[in-house]
């Protein structure tokens, strides 16, 4: 072929404005494109989002048992995020191939076959990618099993942490959290090193490609022209990014994107609870009626929950339940919901129905919109329900104070009083009430049933379970349930008849008083005055002058206040914490030392090519007589280069795993580190921060550090480098091109600066409003079952979605910002590469074709790595945000040590006498004391019952003793002050059940003895003791759920017992005896054994 040495300069110029116009044009429609398809990925997310969030609303009860809050929040937070991934590379799977397929023509007809040996190597890593695709899915299959379990386990934490510290189980946990990591982590160092090989191969491929093309003409001995050479090397690097990065990462995205939504799509296809007809039929008539309705919770046991009930209730009735722990009461409130399907016979509920569950719940939001719960604020209606629930004085002004989630803490009576104000308030057909008058003292109970039950709602369906049994002798009809079969139905005056088991129930009323009166309402606790907080969270201040009488105050939810987020830079120290954290200085240096070795090494080959400076000269001659032909001798290149070409191969893959496998070693380290300081954190610190906040460290953020993060940090190293080498090469051949980039590097320098300025505030915006998005799913998750009894799954719904709505305003801001940031990046390059072209022609009689060629061929490669390189350091300082996010963890304040060097002695305490001398105590020191100059002695061998009204103190003397906030005055256990010993050797020598327990996903054993330290015979002993030893046999391999709990303190053993409890609280069912099984016979000491509870039938 006949190459002329330089076309006439207009004609140059020609083809050279429309070279760059049509590369003005690629670069618009590529940045289009990456917008418009990264919204469609963004459009995806939410949709799902807004589909598992519904889906976990209308769950039924048998579905809960197949998935967790750890899974559910996996899917919300890492799940999700694979259809934004996966729409961006998506359409490389078929761009990839047919881009190979047009360069290999191209290529046929510049070289002939010989570039079909450079292909070859090409297909052969896509075929491979089918092999690696599958291992994706494999490990992120494990991956996202491991991090269910672990996310779950840290929700269960967050949520019994008061259990976890006074059981001083800190260590046990992050013994089991560790494990559940290491499994995690392995996995996902697989599917990094799989990552690293992808990004060695978009490094050192395309030279691999030349290379073998080369060889292949060398050895066939055929005709090579500098313009072959040019045009051989710009087609192979065309085919870098879509071929050798986008084709593998498309790979990649889909196979994970695959698991994904085969786990949303199992999860979508859970059972969900049956929906019924809340409307009066035409006639109007509203009943409850069940007809030999039998049920199970667990067909697999064989053994029916309830067992052929039949009843009606009509307007009018109270319906008074009563029975043993176990019997089937709650249960049988879950037949009338709807949550218990009927396997037998049939359930008929007519007319709209409300629920006040045993354990009362509250959304985060204000008092006021927790008691209207979607119903429009009418003022008459609504003071009125405020009186029958004995909360006039505690809400007057106050109703627009924050509750639930991070706002003022309640006692577990204002909470019940409030559940069952929400029901009352909704003016519904049917009531049905799980024992909420327990968690109250005598003189409110007996308020709430005459003013409630009796009177405001005595045209209403009432159905009552209760262990109260003086309120029976009110009941239109009374049922006696035992192991879910009716002993016997009738009126009060029915049942005292020789042989009626009811007779015994009623004897034990003696044991306590009837209620003769109505105290005065109890005020707030975390109010200045009287403080028993069972969860030490910090008052917010009261939002009533920020909505007006007449609002219902839902809008305020989403208006609560983002949590605190960093300004400015990343600074350095978070980059060397980050590093360190993965290894040691000396492997960080080897690593640096590797990666310049790899890109001298590469660069190296840029002068042994056959296009290089050495053999510029013969295409300059060869030209000047029409032709170039070049016979190489293959002996001067053939051996370096191909020593240098594997070199490149070896150094690109060691660096990509050695740099993966640093990074992953930080995001473990970092992990544990951010565990061990979280559960070292006060009690403080839980109450002050939703649940969804924390959860966001320990899975979205987390999950950047395993993923995401290191493969943005290699990408960034390697085009660092890249880059690098171009410019050096570029100088070296052509000088004059330094002065160009001098001031290019200022421009990219000055707009990353004033993109980071932007990009990394929106990105900790973007962190803070998710963590709303988790919390608002706890908090839903708890209140399940509320939701579904009023029927309020839609309201719900659109609260998430403005959650989501706002997450989506930040992440969106987001994405418009990396466009646009990468769009200017492609515009400087295209007018570099436009002076570079130009500035070539001009100054072609001082330079010869192999110059011109390599400068454009690496001007083109700038064009693309020079952009790539800036977004991604930009984009890894974003990133960082999380690694910063997760270091503010690690440097929470701690609490006291766990040991200190004093240690008292084993036999500590042998007596058991305390001692309160002057004791003070608050929560926070920003909050008011809740004790005040306590003092008191008690003896040993004494027991003593801390009695009460509602915010009287007497948890906070529990959680004085326990230390969950260092008390002032002094308090002291057989002469030593507790103060002066560790925490954990001070709690291990209590016992409590906690007024709020938490039950931990496992097995019998786990519950009751985490740490191994008694044999199976001394578990069952202590179940038997505690009477939970038949339920157990029942359940022993079953998972634990939470409930809720008395609570009660023992201490110590040996001659003395001493048993502190409180009569106004309460538990829900026989699981009570299971946390009652922790202190007895299961610490290091014994304690005595004390009919406790109000909720628990009373001979139990």
């Known amino acids: 072929t006949m190459i002329p040495v330089i076309l006439p300069l207009p004609r140059s110029l020609g083809l050279r404005r429309r070279a760059e116009r049509l590369r003005a044009h690629l670069g618009l429609l590529h940045h289009l494109y990456f917008y418009h398809i990264q919204r469609v990925g963004m459009r995806l997310r939410v ?56 360069v290999t023509a191209l290529l046929w007809m510049e070289v002939g076959i010989s570039c079909l040996a450079g292909m070859a190597v090409l297909i052969l890593l896509l075929l491979l990618q089918s092999c690696i695709g599958k291992l994706f899915s494999s490990l992120r299959s494990k991956t996202a099993a491991y991090t269910d379990d672990r996310i779950r386990t840290v929700s269960e934490v967050k949520t019994g942490i008061r259990t976890v510290k006074m059981y001083t189980w800190e260590k046990s946990i992050m013994d089991l959290i560790a494990r559940l990591r290491r499994k995690e982590i392995s996995k996902i160092l697989r599917s990094s ?29 055929n005709v090579i022209t500098a313009s072959q050479v040019f045009v051989m090397v710009t087609l192979f690097e065309a085919l870098r990014l879509s071929g050798t990065l986008h084709f593998p990462m498309a790979v990649e995205k889909v196979s994970e994107a695959v698991v994904s939504i085969r786990r949303v799509k199992n999860f979508l296809l859970l059972d969900e609870v049956s929906e019924r007809n809340s409307q009066l039929p035409s006639d109007g008539e509203t009943i409850v009626q069940l007809q030999d309705f039998t049920a199970f919770w667990d067909k697999a046991s064989g053994i029916p929950t309830l067992q052929g009930l039949s009843f009606t209730v009509r307007p009018g009735e109270l319906l008074a339940v009563v029975g043993p722990v176990g019997a089937g009461k709650s249960s049988l409130l879950s037949a009338v919901l709807g949550e218990l399907p009927p396997s037998q016979g049939q359930v008929t509920v007519r007319g709209r129905i409300a629920y006040v569950p045993q354990q009362p719940w509250l959304f985060p939001g204000t008092m006021r919109s927790n008691i209207l719960f979607g119903k429009k604020y009418e003022k008459d209606r609504y003071e009125k329900v405020l009186k029958a629930c004995a909360l006039e004085e505690l809400l007057v002004g106050r109703d627009l104070t924050v509750v639930g989630d991070r706002g ?53 369906i009432t159905i009552l379970v209760t262990h109260q049994l003086w309120y029976l002798k009110a009941a239109s009809q009374i049922l006696i349930l035992k192991d879910g079969k009716i002993m016997k139905k009738g009126t009060y005056v029915e049942f005292p008849k020789p042989g009626v088991d009811f007779e015994d129930i009623l004897l034990k009323t003696n044991e306590e008083a009837e209620p003769s009166r109505v105290p005065d309402s109890p005020t707030l606790r975390g109010w200045p005055s009287e403080s028993s907080v069972q969860s030490q969270e910090s008052p917010r201040p009261s939002l009533e002058d920020a909505a007006p009488e007449d609002q219902d105050s839902e809008t305020i939810q989403v208006t609560l206040s983002l949590e605190s987020r960093s300004e400015g830079k990343v600074d350095f120290k978070t980059y060397k914490d980050y590093f360190t954290a993965g290894a040691h200085w000396n492997i960080i240096i080897l690593l640096i030392l590797i990666n310049i070795a790899a890109q001298v090494n590469k660069d190296i080959c840029f002068g042994l090519r056959p296009q290089a400076n050495e053999l510029s000269t013969l295409y300059a001659m060869a030209y000047g007589k029409g032709s170039l032909i070049l016979l190489p001798d293959p002996g001067w290149y053939f051996t370096p280069y191909s020593v240098l070409t594997a070199g490149t191969v070896l150094f690109g893959i060691t660096r990509s795993l050695l740099m993966f496998y640093v990074l992953v070693n ?165 007018i570099f590469v436009i002076g570079v072209a ?8 001082t330079l010869n074709v192999g110059q011109v060629g390599l400068v454009l061929s690496l001007a083109l490669t700038f064009t693309v790595m020079v952009p790539r390189c800036v977004r991604q350091s930009a984009e890894a300082e974003t990133m960082m945000i999380s690694v910063e996010r997760v270091i503010e963890y690690i440097d929470l304040e701690k609490e006291a040590p766990w040991e200190y060097g004093y240690r008292p002695l084993p036999s500590w305490p042998h007596e058991g006498s305390i001692d309160f001398s002057n004791v003070s105590f608050r929560y926070s020191s920003d909050e008011p004391l809740v004790l005040k100059n306590f003092t008191a002695l008690i003896y040993s061998n004494e027991k003593v019952g801390i009695v009460g009204r509602t915010g009287a103190g007497k948890s906070s003397l529990v959680s004085a003793l326990f230390r969950l906030s260092e008390p002032e005055g002094r308090i002291w256990i057989d002469g030593i002050w507790t103060t002066t010993i560790g925490l954990h050797d001070l709690r291990k020598k209590m016992s409590v059940v906690p007024q709020e327990p938490v039950l931990f996903t496992g097995t019998m054993r786990k519950n009751l003895d985490p740490f191994h330290e008694h044999t199976d015979e001394e578990l069952w002993n202590a179940l038997e003791e505690c009477h939970a030893s038949r339920h157990s046999s029942e359940v022993c391999g079953w998972i634990c759920r939470p409930d809720n709990f008395l609570l009660v303190i023992l201490v110590p053993e040996g001659m003395s017992a001493l048993i502190l409890y409180t009569l106004t ?28 509870g109000r909720a628990v039938n009373h001979h139990t």
């Open 1065 to 1092: 609280l309460h538990s829900s069912n026989w699981w009570d005896f299971i946390l009652l099984n922790r202190f007895v016979n299961l610490s290091t000491l014994k304690f005595w054994k004390r009919k406790v």
């Open 408 to 460: 003022t803490p309640l006692s577990a009576g204002q909470k019940a009083r409030i559940s069952l104000a929400r029901a009352m308030y909704q003016d519904a057909d049917i009531y049905l009430l799980d024992d909420p008058l327990s968690a109250v003292d005598a003189g409110v109970s007996k308020h709430l049933f005459e003013q409630c039950i009796r009177q405001a709602l005595h045209e209403k």
């Open 666 to 830: 930080s995001s473990q380290t970092l992990h544990k580190q951010m565990l061990e300081s979280v559960l070292r954190a006060p009690v403080l610190f839980f109450d002050r921060n939703p649940t969804g906040r924390i959860l966001n460290r320990f899975s979205k953020d987390t999950g950047h550090m395993d993923d995401l993060l290191p493969q943005i940090f290699q990408d960034f190293v390697q085009t660092f480098l890249l880059v690098m080498g171009v410019v050096g090469v570029m100088v070296v051949v052509i000088p004059w091109t330094v002065i160009p980039l001098i001031p290019l590097g200022i421009i990219f320098f000055v707009l990353r600066r004033y993109f980071l300025e932007t990009s990394r505030d929106v990105k900790r915006l973007e962190c803070a409003t998710r963590s709303p998005v988790f919390s608002h799913l706890a908090s839903s998750l708890q209140g399940r079952w509320t939701i579904q009894a009023f029927k309020a799954q839609q309201r719900f719904q659109e609260l998430f979605d403005a959650h989501q709505d706002l997450h989506s305003e930040a992440w969106f801001l987001s994405l418009t910002t990396s466009r646009w940031f990468a769009l200017c990046l492609d515009a400087i390059c295209a």
């Open 47 to 102: 949709a799902m989002c807004h589909m598992i969030y519904r889906k976990a609303l209308h769950l039924s009860n048998s579905a809960t048992r197949e998935t967790s809050t750890g899974q559910i929040v996996n899917l919300l937070s890492n799940d999700v995020n694979r259809f934004d991934q996966v729409t961006m590379f998506l359409h490389f799977l078929w761009v990839g191939p047919l881009q190979a397929v047009a």
């Open 193 to 221: 090193y799989l990552r690293g090989l992808n990004l060695a191969s978009f490094f050192a491929l395309s030279k691999i490609m030349v290379f073998v093309t080369f060889i292949t003409i060398v050895l066939l001995e």
């Open 838 to 845: 130009f500035g070539s022609l001009f100054l072609a009689e």
